[in-house]
Nanobody, 116 residues
């Protein structure tokens, strides 16, 4: 069983940076592919980035490529999302998730607001 808790959200001006963290309190973190998704008001949840269980394979949505970086620390049971050059359209609730066969576990989300 995984329990995912996100942190690091907040308000930032366009062009700014934030780093999101997602901590798993379980004991099987390293076996899962981890990902970040986001949901803006009135829109469907969308994929942002994912990272394989050993961290060697990463995938990004086209909208964040070159600006966001996903990483993980399997000792700390934590996955990170470093966000730079933030835009107003990045405003959303960001969720981390864990995948074995499908995206089985989700955090509660953390709000990111990009506004001047």
């Amino acid at each position: 069983q995984m329990q995912l808790v996100e942190s690091g959200g907040g308000s930032v001006q366009p062009g700014g940076s934030l780093r999101l963290s997602c901590l798993d309190s379980g004991r099987t973190f390293s076996a899962y592919t981890m990902g970040w998704f986001r949901q803006a008001p009135g829109k469907e949840r969308e994929f942002v980035a994912s990272i394989s269980w050993v961290g060697g394979s990463q995938s990004y949505a086209d909208s964040v490529k070159g600006r966001f970086t996903i990483s993980r620390d399997n000792v700390k049971n934590t996955v990170y999302l470093q966000m730079t050059s933030l835009k107003p359209e990045d405003t959303a609730v960001y969720f981390c998730a864990a995948k074995w066969g499908s995206w089985d576990y989700w955090g509660q989300g953390t709000q990111v607001t990009v506004s001047s």
